[in-house]
């Protein structure tokens, strides 16, 4: 019976270098041989059995390095921050490509599921996350190819020569900062890791993690948290965008977070729309290299100025 989860290819490539290992050392023995390689043939066929099938929108992640405990264990925060780093990518990813889409009045269904890490992964260490909408594994092209865009980014980003401006300028801030975070990292702890989705692979070695730091964090990217006073204009849930006027009488814009549900937007709006309140922001300033800069506004909650 074929398998059909990611985990278990990822079983059966790790049985398989196993089973080649002993097949090296096994020496004339012709009937453990001839087992062994009857073995490696019948675990391929698996894994080349699951290779055609289609893509999940699943994650996996080994490292190796300081934060890993051989084929043991990992680090808990290693892991924690590696994991919100990833997925923040990943939604500021499909976040983003649903406003682009939605600019331009085009029908696109919005994922409602979540990330969960439903396995681990052995080989050194890590993890497979896999988002699930209703219990189900979410087999959507839309979550599966933001996915391979993070990959894309993330390989991008360790390129000897880039074009930095362009690269901020092209990806949402969030995602940026989540990247830093993501090479600062794997640089403090010495880390290099593999990362496979469906047919997509990518592995950075220790020069890549170095050309990586010192390409993206090497830039100025502010992040600080803010209570300010304004007026809320609204939000709108299709594009995750909302407006503001501040007080000096300027009307600003913004993203909503990525972390409030559609529910949750709604409430705001219903509640607090044409009101003077506070609005609870994070501020991310992108300092380029040309001396100039990109500002984004992120709204993670609203308060009454009464209740302050």
């Given at each position: ?33 001839v ?16 290779s ?40 500021s ?6 406003r ?25 260490f ?53 990247l ?38 090497s ?77 984004n ?12």
């Amino acid at each position: 019976m074929i398998m059909e989860s990611f985990s278990d290819i990822t079983w059966l490539r790790g049985q398989l270098a196993a089973t080649e290992a002993l097949l090296a050392d096994a020496g004339e023995s012709i009937i453990m041989r001839v087992s062994l390689e009857n073995r490696i043939k019948e675990l391929q066929e698996k894994i080349d059995c699951i290779s055609q099938l289609p893509d999940e929108a699943k994650l996996d992640v080994w490292f190796s390095g300081d934060a890993v405990y051989g084929s043991y264990g990992i680090s808990a925060s290693f892991m924690q921050i590696s994991i919100q780093s990833l997925v923040g990518m990943i939604q500021s990813s499909i976040r983003d490509s649903l406003r682009k889409l939605k600019e331009k009045k085009k029908s696109v269904k919005t994922p409602k599921g979540q990330f969960y890490v439903t396995a681990l992964t052995h080989g050194s260490f890590g993890y497979e996350l896999s988002f699930k909408e209703n219990g189900a594994i979410f087999e959507d092209a839309f979550v599966i190819e933001s996915i391979k865009h993070v990959m894309d980014t993330i390989e991008y980003a360790t390129a000897q020569e880039m074009d930095l401006d362009a690269f901020i300028q092209s990806n949402p801030i969030r995602l940026l900062s989540n990247l830093k975070d993501l090479f600062g990292l794997l640089k403090k702890q010495h880390s290099v890791f593999l990362m496979r989705s469906g047919s997509q692979k990518i592995a950075l070695d220790n020069h890549q993690i170095e050309t990586g730091y010192n390409n993206f964090c090497s830039s100025d990217i502010v992040q600080k948290e803010e209570t300010i006073r304004a007026v809320f204009q609204g939000a709108l849930i299709e594009t995750g965008k909302f407006e503001y006027t501040d007080e000096s009488g300027v009307i600003r814009h913004g993203v909503v977070s990525e972390d409030l549900s559609n529910e949750e937007i709604a409430s705001l709006n219903r509640n607090f729309s044409r009101s003077d309140c506070y609005l609870d922001i994070i501020r991310r300033i992108v300092n380029y290299s040309n001396g100039k800069k990109k500002e984004n506004v992120e709204l993670v909650g609203i308060s009454s100025v009464e209740t302050c």
